[in-house]
């Protein structure tokens, strides 16, 4: 039995009465999150669209709490980006992100919502934190360069929200999730992650019998990675079960580098040429695997799928699912 088991409320009799907000919930992860919340039984689910709501304009928040009047706010919604994005426009990717959290969380606390769910980032760790990356390690220095905008901004959403809680007693909470992937990901070039990236490009290069991929770097940083549908089943037995100030991580605790990463997709892809690393282009940050440890022990939840199986689902529903062969760029990849 986990410590606090009996104290945890039934999944289904929780959201019953509940109406919840899920910005980005037309996203990657978001959509998992909604279809979890409909399989829990949950009766009123709003999912913002951005033309409708820009969550960058505190008059499209206060309409939006005021058309949807929730008592849960899951915000998901962000500016994301691969390396080459964070690089080319951080800038954005800072203002968009923190103006969207902290003006949400502060007009969800003033509309009087009760309980408000962040979805931070595994960016804002420090370069170099030891692994595994431990909640209490956030503050020990400076993100990774490349995505430091992206990061901060996330990060300040947690202080933000320990501030509130302090002063207001809002019951705001924190989540980190590692690096994603999952079938509805993003398999643009020009933003999408490693895992999307080096898919397409792998089955792309097969097709046209090239015999050799580009990929940025040298291969050597190592990555965490959880399934996407294993982070939403985390963030909602987070949104259930759990209601203290400190941030925990969301993932799989399995760490694979870019290198192994690169010959087991191109495995599993059937490509079967060279694999060319420019060595021109950054790393990122050296090391990302989680302890994951809090998570279990505050609310029980553990990654169920393999990383192998994770992967050939992905794979398979890219195939079910991309556009027509495009052209190929080496594109920043290791976010």
Same mark, same amino acid.
Request: proline share 5%; charged share 30%.
């Given at each position: 039995m986990y410590p606090n088991q009996r104290l945890w409320p039934d999944s289904h009799q929780f959201w019953q009465d509940k109406c919840v907000v899920v910005t980005g919930g037309a996203g990657f992860l978001g959509s998992y999150v909604v279809e979890k919340l409909h399989e829990r039984g949950a009766r009123r689910v709003v999912v913002p669209r951005s033309?409708?709501?820009?969550?960058?304009?505190?008059?499209? *928040?206060?309409?939006?709490?005021?058309?949807?009047?929730?008592?849960?706010?899951?915000?998901?919604?962000?500016?994301?980006?691969?390396i080459g994005a964070n690089r080319d426009h951080p800038a954005e990717f800072f203002y968009d992100n923190l103006m969207m959290g902290v003006q949400l969380l502060h007009e969800s606390w003033q509309f009087g919502v009760k309980k408000f769910v962040t979805i931070g980032t595994v960016c804002a760790y420090p370069k170099h934190t030891p692994v595994p990356f431990?909640?209490?390690?956030?503050?020990?220095?400076?993100?990774?360069?490349?995505?430091?905008?992206?990061?901060?901004?996330?990060?300040? /959403? /947690?202080?933000? +929200?320990?501030?509130?809680?302090?002063?207001?007693?809002? #019951?705001?909470?924190?989540? /980190?999730?590692? #690096?994603?992937?999952?079938?509805?990901? #993003?398999?643009d070039l020009e933003t999408s992650h490693v895992i999307p990236a080096l898919i397409r490009k792998c089955i792309e290069a097969t097709e046209r019998g090239?015999?050799?991929?580009?990929?940025?770097?040298?291969?050597?940083?190592?990555?965490?990675?959880?399934?996407?549908?294993?982070?939403?089943? +985390?963030?909602?037995?987070?949104?259930?079960?759990?209601?203290?100030?400190?941030?925990? #991580?969301?993932?799989?605790?399995?760490?694979?580098?870019?290198?192994? /990463?690169?010959?087991? *997709?191109?495995?599993?892809?059937?490509?079967?040429?060279?694999?060319?690393?420019?060595?021109?282009?950054?790393? +990122?940050?050296?090391?990302?695997?989680?302890?994951?440890?809090?998570?279990?022990?505050?609310?029980?939840?553990?990654?169920?799928?393999?990383?192998?199986?994770?992967?050939?689902?992905?794979i398979e529903w890219y195939r079910a699912h991309r556009e027509p062969v495009a052209a190929m760029r080496a594109v920043g990849e290791a976010h």
């Open positions: 033309r409708v709501y820009d969550l960058r304009q505190r008059e499209a *928040i206060r309409q939006l709490l005021h058309d949807a009047r929730p008592d849960i706010v899951i915000h998901m919604a962000a500016r994301v980006g691969g431990k909640e209490d390690d956030l503050w020990n220095g400076y993100p990774e360069e490349t995505n430091a905008p992206y990061g901060l901004a996330k990060k300040m /959403l /947690l202080v933000q +929200g320990e501030a509130y809680r302090q002063q207001y007693g809002f #019951n705001s909470i924190f989540l /980190l999730p590692v #690096n994603l992937y999952g079938p509805r990901d #993003n398999f090239d015999d050799e991929i580009i990929v940025w770097g040298d291969g050597s940083p190592t990555r965490e990675f959880i399934y996407a549908a294993d982070a939403a089943e +985390g963030i909602l037995l987070a949104t259930e079960r759990y209601n203290d100030p400190d941030p925990v #991580n969301i993932g799989s605790s399995y760490e694979i580098s870019i290198r192994d /990463l690169v010959t087991l *997709i191109a495995d599993l892809t059937g490509f079967r040429g060279r694999i060319v690393w420019d060595t021109t282009k950054p790393n +990122g940050q050296p090391r990302r695997k989680l302890d994951v440890s809090r998570a279990w022990e505050r609310f029980g939840f553990r990654a169920e799928t393999t990383f192998t199986d994770g992967l050939r689902a992905t």
